[in-house]
């Protein structure tokens, strides 16, 4: 038993240990963590010596990726998600659906003894693109928004539609019973709305709860279980666990502006953000590691074929997802303007391209084939599971590598790079609270005692700097501050709070104050100067 635990934990320092070297490796390299991360688990497969380190479908589904979905359903707009939908659902429903029966047509070309229904389980195997992959590439290389907008909806909620169609094929593949349309169609109403509920009963019981607790500890741990308590019940229940974590994602991130103090948001901020930063780490560095165990199980097949195989099955991909955009996007457009009276203009071909361009697998897609049964109810065995299992990698790999290493040069080409200057909404949004600010410290000055009026008065100038960056008409800074003015009290902050930690830490070396005190005054300060970024930076 010991032996067996302290293997487990010397795998899991290997692991993490990669996971660090990767991610400073792809800080340095400039390149999108994910991708740096598949190679560098690619090449650790070859190393003598390497533990083989298989991947466990119930670690990925039940462990894994109930945080991962919570943290991108947290960090996603409601308001976006909402006005995109029905772009969403085309890609989701839509797109799933046309490649799953793409690959059902297409199948005997990469795998012998086929028929329609191992077609449809591979098809639905490698239709969902990757909720993390997708969005942390897009955002690095610079998409417009909008497109950022769609492929996050796209890849949150895409898992449920393709994880049925999987359901449905291996019922007919191994299952004795032939499922009809009838129980495919009520199984995926049922799967969507119970799902969704689930979400919101579970997220109105966490915000309850939040409601009456302000402590960051409890809170964040409390931030942690949820996802695995909507999980889990929703799976439970035979609804979609996936459904029930995005929607209460998305319901408690609404509300958390009440019930989260600005202390416990930064810690859960900075929780959350290396929670999923090494559980996003393992599971790439375990789909590198797993070329060994891929190729290992298919020894009938020379490794030129199977490479051929390979490549062919994740272009046809591709060109599956660039073949359903062109008509998807027109008709999803069509909808948004006729009923629902969204005025937004058509996508012209090289945004179609872009989004075309974006699909890349993830770890679903080759847990999902690893989870596949060996053999059927009759005792036969499963012989293309790992003909099914290799292509996945496939297209994990081509997808996840080459798209995303060729996305930056295509977005140039393209003249789609996002422009880096503030949006109009954000500076009008800034210039709104500033001038809310301003107009009640102009009220409480005409009604304050004259001691006092210096407080208002030094806070009314503070908040005039802030404004004199935000003019409206492209004219500049007004009421006589320019921006040298403003840039220089910047300056002159920033050298202050570094002052200030200066002569703190000289006081705990020369013995007049404690570290704990010292730890103190710098959260003070750390917390001053992230307001202060947050607001100038």
């Known amino acids: 038993m010991r032996a067996n635990v302290h293997a487990l934990e010397l795998v899991f320092l290997l692991l993490l240990l990669f996971v660090v070297v990767f991610g ?47 943290n991108a359903a947290w960090l996603t707009s409601w308001r976006e998600f909402s006005y995109n939908l029905v772009s969403i659902l085309f890609l989701a429903f839509g797109l799933v659906t046309f490649t799953v029966l793409g690959v059902t047509a297409a199948g005997h070309w990469f795998i012998s003894g086929f028929d329609w229904r191992v077609g449809l389980v591979l098809g639905a195997v490698v239709a969902p693109t990757d909720a993390i992959a997708a969005t942390s590439i897009a955002k690095r ?53 119970v799902g969704i509920l689930v979400g919101l009963v579970i997220g109105e019981i966490v915000h309850f709860v939040e409601d009456r607790v302000d402590d960051g500890p409890i809170e964040i741990a409390l931030s942690i279980l949820t996802p695995y308590v909507a999980y889990l019940t929703a799976e439970r229940i035979r609804a979609s666990g996936v459904l029930a974590v995005v929607t209460c994602g998305l319901y408690l991130s609404r509300k958390s502006s009440h019930f989260f103090s600005p202390g416990v948001r930064l810690q859960a901020w900075a929780v959350w953000e290396s929670l999923t930063f090494i559980l996003n780490g393992l599971v790439f560095v375990l789909i590198g590691l797993q070329l060994p165990y891929v190729l290992g199980a298919i020894q009938d097949h020379h490794l030129g074929t199977l490479l051929l195989y390979g490549a062919i099955f994740s272009g046809f991909l591709i060109l599956l997802r660039v073949i359903w955009l062109f008509p998807g996007a027109y008709f999803a457009n069509l909808i948004r303007r006729r009923v629902l009276h969204q005025n937004e203009p058509m996508p012209g071909k090289r945004q179609i391209l872009v989004i075309g361009w974006t699909g890349m697998r993830g770890v679903i897609s080759l847990a999902a084939a690893i989870a596949l049964p060996q053999t059927f109810e009759n005792g036969s065995p499963f012989v293309q599971r790992n003909m099914i299992i290799f292509l996945a990698f496939s297209a994990i790999l081509v997808t996840l590598v080459l798209q995303g290493l060729t996305l930056p040069p295509l977005i140039r080409a393209l003249g ?48 005039r700097y802030r404004l004199s960056t935000l003019s409206e008409d492209g004219q500049g800074p007004r009421d006589g501050i320019g921006p ?54």
């Open 416 to 463: 789609l790079a996002a422009d880096t200057h503030q949006h109009p909404e954000e500076v009008s949004a800034r210039r709104s609270l500033v001038e809310a600010a301003l107009r009640y410290l102009d009220e409480a000055r005409q009604n304050a005692a004259p001691e006092v009026a210096g407080v208002y008065d030094d806070l009314a100038q503070h908040y």
């Open 24 to 70: 400073v490796l792809s800080q340095k390299l400039k390149t999108p963590y994910p991708i740096v991360l598949v190679i560098g688990g690619l090449l650790l497969s070859f190393v003598p010596g390497i533990p083989r380190i298989t991947l466990n479908p119930d670690v990925v589904f039940f462990v894994i990726l109930p945080p991962l979905l919570y």
């Open 141 to 193: 290389i610079g998409l417009p928004k909008r497109i950022v907008d769609i492929l996050e909806g796209e890849s949150l909620i895409n898992d449920a539609t393709a994880l049925l169609a999987l359901e449905f094929g291996l019922a007919l593949l191994v299952g004795s019973a032939t499922p009809t349309f009838e129980f495919g169609f009520l199984r995926l109403i049922y799967l969507i709305s």
């Open 484 to 537: 040298e003015f403003y840039n220089r009290y910047i300056e002159v902050s920033s050298e202050l709070r570094r002052i200030e930690r200066q002569t703190a830490v000289e006081l705990r070396n020369q013995r007049l104050i404690s570290d704990e005190l010292l730890r103190q005054i710098e959260r003070e300060l750390d917390l001053d100067e992230s307001r202060f970024l947050a607001k100038h930076g």
